[in-house]
């Protein structure tokens, strides 16, 4: 008896050792494979573009402004209590561990030569904490918001910045640009109607100069960048422009056709803040498992008048009337665009605008449907009000936004001016400069 008992015992001790080494073979296993999946991620997040991209389609309606200020750009001015606002949704509706980086940019939107420690004060990866459940909505999801600066990190340098936001396994989900101005330099612009007659009709002209008393300018033509963008939009960005003249410390930028942008047309815009009520733009709003809203029938306006229309630029507005706070209380509805227009061969329509990231994106692709024939598509969106634009887009991937919704010089943009100081030998674009002004005056 004792003799089978001893047996017995050796019988699960060796089994109990063979357990545990098995077990240490599986996790040493499991960890080198973590190890390698994160080196695999590490690669990818180097080959990300740095520009405004969502990676993960459960991810929407990413917003960033400036000291809680709706339609606001996410610029920050060093050294003072700007404070950036970044909000995103997660349409799985649990909770999960999002972390951000930053990575520091040239004026090109490359990444710059510095180093983390030489661009940020404090942590480079940094956990995003705040975060709640949506409330009283058919779609779930997680509102997920952090500021930036705040007590782990803030920016030591100007320049542009870019957020990487990604999971715990180190996968991706969106990134999104920012900019850090160092104001050293005074922007005098004015916009005006196209000097050329052949553009008096179509165009704005934004000249401008730049006073920089308060900067050592040796070489202006290769120390200064300049970027001009309509709306804010990177599509149809002036990168080229140098100054025509040199004069008791200013540059001049007057030119005749380089500086010029197709006016285009007002922005058409739908407002389904409220589900409950159809606001003048919407046809019929459908509940089911899903909000559906659909909207009135576009039409092209190519060869239409000029009309004075209410719009943002090409924004949009996180709202709802149905409850008090827009982040976890508005819902989401697929909205259903149609554009009444014979079919185009070799050419395709998109849906255009900030919402769009302003980008030629297959998920903003209208498809052409032969027995109604309309183009036609469908977006989740968030409850706000929305500007939105059609654009022609060609095999070349280029935007014509004017094919369809027509082009005058009485329409009201807003344009962006952004000068950027390089000095001989530095290793970085300082953002010194940025203006804003509008063409409204013209009508």
């Not at 094919?403 to 009485?410: K, L, P, S, V």
Request: hydrophobic share 30%; charged share 25%; proline share 2%.
């Amino acid at each position: 008896m004792k003799i089978h008992n001893f047996n017995l015992s050796l019988y699960f001790i060796s089994i109990l050792i063979s357990s545990c080494w098995s077990s240490k073979e599986i996790s040493e296993e499991l960890n080198t494979t973590k190890e390698i999946l994160i080196i695999e991620k590490e690669i990818d997040l180097k080959e990300i573009k740095y520009e405004n991209q969502i990676f993960n389609n459960k991810i929407k309606s990413v917003v960033c402004n400036i000291n809680k200020l709706d339609l606001s750009l996410p610029i920050l001015n060093l050294s003072s209590n700007d404070v950036l606002t970044i909000h995103f949704d997660d349409l799985d509706g649990d909770r999960k561990d999002y972390y951000y980086n930053i990575i520091h940019c040239n004026s090109n939107w490359e990444k710059s030569d510095l180093i983390e420690s030489e661009y940020l004060d404090g942590f480079y990866t940094n956990l995003i904490s705040d975060y709640e459940f949506s409330f009283n909505t058919l779609q779930k999801y997680t509102h997920y918001m952090f500021e930036f600066p705040n007590q782990n990190v803030k920016p030591k340098v100007s320049g542009n910045y870019i957020f990487q936001i990604f999971e715990e396994n180190k996968n991706i989900v969106l990134t999104k640009r920012f900019m850090v101005l160092d104001n050293k330099v005074v922007i005098d612009s004015k916009i005006r109607r196209a000097t050329l007659a052949d553009f008096r009709a179509t165009r704005h002209e934004i000249d401008f100069s730049i006073n920089y008393n308060n900067v050592n300018i040796a070489d202006p033509y290769s120390e200064i960048t300049v970027h001009i963008k309509q709306n804010n939009s990177e599509e149809n960005i002036i990168t080229d422009l140098h100054p025509l003249f040199v004069k008791n410390q200013k540059l001049i930028y007057d030119y005749e056709s380089e500086n010029t942008f197709l006016g285009n047309n007002e922005f058409r815009h739908f407002d389904f803040s409220s589900l409950r009520y159809q606001s003048n733009r919407i046809s019929e709003i459908k509940f089911d498992s899903i909000n559906n809203v659909y909207l009135y029938d576009d039409h092209k306006r190519t060869f239409n008048q000029y009309s004075i229309e209410p719009d943002i630029n090409g924004n949009f507005l996180i709202r709802t009337q149905e409850g008090w706070n827009p982040n976890n209380e508005a819902d989401y509805a697929y909205v259903h665009f149609t554009l009444e227009i014979e079919e185009i061969s070799n050419q395709e329509i998109y849906l255009l605008g900030s919402f769009s990231d302003w980008k030629l994106d297959k998920k903003f692709k209208l498809l052409y449907n032969k027995e109604t024939q309309k183009y036609e598509t469908r977006l989740l969106l968030k409850q706000g009000y929305y500007n939105y634009q059609y654009a022609l887009s060609n095999n070349d991937a280029k935007e014509n936004i004017n094919f369809i919704e027509g082009n005058h010089y009485q329409t009201r943009n807003d344009y962006y001016i952004y000068v950027y100081y390089r000095p001989v030998g530095a290793r970085y674009d300082q953002l010194v400069g940025y203006s804003k002004n509008s063409s409204k005056e013209l009508f």
